[in-house]
């Protein structure tokens, strides 16, 4: 995208108060929207179904999460959950556990929910213009190895 069309994002997200994410998927794979590869996605506040959405409360719980294990002075969420006293639900995967703890030393984080490589990027208020997005954008394709 140029940088007015990021700064166009930008100013959207902000006027609606809504929700934007970027959706971009694997070769061959198709979204169910009128852009069927690499898509934008915003939402107005006021159009939102419910007051949380569940990829809201993921997020936050993860943030909350993170904010704990660092707090208690562990290098990684990972080492937290090798210490849990809850048996973990699938075989830990060291490939995954690596990434994860590599996004994390990113400024990026991921959900234990999803188990297919993803990332998110907090984006405040602060970092919410053209230079932001594109930062936000670029770390997560490269963290994907999009790039």
């Given at each position: ?7 166009n ?74 210490e ?64």
């Amino acid at each position: 995208m140029s940088g007015v069309e990021w700064g166009n994002l930008a100013e959207v997200i902000n006027e609606v108060k809504g929700l934007g994410w970027f959706q971009i998927l694997p070769v061959g794979q198709k979204a169910s929207q009128p852009y069927q590869f690499n898509i934008m996605h915003v939402i107005p506040s006021s159009k939102l179904p419910v007051e949380t959405l569940p990829l809201d409360l993921l997020i936050n719980n993860a943030i909350s999460y993170n904010r704990k294990t660092e707090r208690r002075g562990m290098a990684t969420s990972a080492n937290m959950l090798a210490e849990s006293k809850f048996a973990p639900a699938a075989k830990p995967d060291p490939a995954r556990e690596e990434m994860v703890k590599e996004a994390l030393s990113q400024g990026l984080f991921m959900l234990p929910e999803y188990q297919f490589d993803h990332c998110v990027y907090t984006i405040t208020e602060n970092n919410l213009t053209e230079e932001g997005l594109i930062y936000g954008y670029n770390k997560c394709a490269a963290f994907l190895r999009l790039k």
